[in-house]
């Protein structure tokens, strides 16, 4: 029998009930963490003849390149981004020195890259750094996450996508997690000290980011729920060989405000959305906690980093959490490795994931300025041989 071609949204809609569409789901460049660096696009542009004066940046931290929808079409990407513009109150400056060039966000963080082999911008100043109060913490000028520019267009692009493309759209978050934030405004040090030292302190701050964050959601869903599957986001707890945090701490003080963040999206939301939990490193002890408080998406999947076996992974939690990744190392693998290694860790990697739904392939992160197109597109036509149901 000759199965019909789903279209995009179709077959990630399946793949997130946990049913097996007519192939595995693919994400190229629709969110900051399932992107492509500038400069590993003008390689693969160049790699696959195609010429372009300028490429637009989607992440300016990262560096990420937008991607052209003739590559995405291309690409077969069941995906698309919606991201929201920046505040009427902000815009990006950049400034530079001998050495380096600087650019100060919303958030009042500053930020540098240098300016001969620099690939991204590194963080060199929190604006709440040193002695800290919850009266400081109030004075301080907040960023208005239902600014009216963000969304501007934002409606349309989200109609014009689905109609044109009929893929699934994913909404990204205005800033990084609500933790990340902490770490970002107070410095990662002074945060860690907080949450060990003077825990009150550390969940006003906390409690302000996720207040911030569900009035954003909240205009988002009023805006866009509608037209959009899934909503990204993120908090980095893993390292390479274990979590950031333990697993008591994160029980007691992030996990109940993960839990109202999400429990809001899904509680306000118009109908069905999906939520996308993006967080690196070795994260196996608490899958479990993210599967209990309404994580749908769990996203890198890490294959490096301790206990993120992928087959382990598949079998204890695959019927409850879609894993939304791992589909080549980007430690060693896709950067260092020959295109047959690549090919092989690709098969290897939808052996163990595919069966029964509930994946989508992309790369374990953004793919980097050291990546040779070659194994991009090996990447590419390894998941098509082998991606399919």
């Known amino acids: 029998m ?34 492509i660096t500038i400069k590993a696009y003008q390689n693969l542009l160049s790699y696959l003849g195609i010429e372009r004066k300028e490429i637009s940046v989607f992440d300016i931290v990262e560096q990420l390149a937008v991607m052209d929808e003739e590559l995405l079409q291309r690409f077969k990407v069941d995906t698309r981004g919606v991201v929201p513009n920046p505040p009427s109150n902000w815009r990006l400056e950049i400034e530079e020195d001998k050495k380096y060039t ?54 349309k692009k989200a ?34 000290m907080d949450l060990a030292s003077n825990p009150s302190l550390a969940c006003y701050l906390m ?25 990204r986001e993120s908090d980095d707890l893993g390292g390479q060989n274990g979590l950031l945090i333990s697993p008591q701490m994160y029980r007691k003080y992030i996990k109940p405000r993960h839990k109202k963040i999400f429990s809001f999206i899904k509680k306000t939301a118009p109908k069905k959305i999906y939520i996308f939990l993006h967080t690196c490193g070795s994260v196996y002890d608490i899958i479990p906690d993210f599967i209990e408080i309404g994580v749908d998406i769990l996203n890198p999947v890490q294959v490096s980093a301790a206990k993120m076996d992928t087959k382990k992974l598949k079998r204890q939690f695959g019927d ?38 509930g994946f989508v392939f992309t790369p ?26």
């Open 102 to 155: 600087y650019f100060t966000d919303e958030w009042q963080i500053k930020w540098r890259m240098l300016k001969e082999k620099g690939y991204y911008y590194d963080m060199i100043d929190n604006p709440l750094k040193g002695k800290m109060t919850k009266e400081k913490i109030d004075r301080w000028s907040w960023p208005d996450p239902c600014d009216s520019c963000r969304f501007k267009g934002l409606e």
């Open 320 to 357: 409850a959490i879609t894993f939304w990744g791992g589909g080549v190392d980007t430690q060693k693998v896709l950067p260092y490795g020959t295109p047959e290694e690549v090919r092989d860790e690709v098969r290897r990697r939808l052996d163990d994931l595919t069966p029964g739904g």
């Open 2 to 35: 000759i199965r019909m071609e789903m279209t995009s949204a179709k077959r990630l809609e399946q793949a997130l009930q946990h049913k097996e569409p007519d192939r595995v789901p693919f994400d190229l460049g629709s969110t900051a963490v399932t992107g």
């Open 159 to 192: 109609k014009h996508l689905t109609e044109k493309t009929q893929s699934a759209l994913i909404m990204e978050p205005m800033t990084a997690g609500y933790l990340e934030i902490c770490f970002w405004v107070r410095g990662m040090e002074e945060f860690y």
């Open 364 to 389: 374990v992160h953004n793919i980097q300025p050291d990546v040779p197109p070659e194994n991009v597109i090996a990447m590419w036509e390894a998941f098509r041989k082998f991606g399919k149901y």
């Open 207 to 231: 409690d302000k980011l996720v207040e911030l964050k569900i009035r954003y959601w909240k205009c988002v869903l009023e805006k866009l729920g509608e037209h959009i599957l899934i909503i």
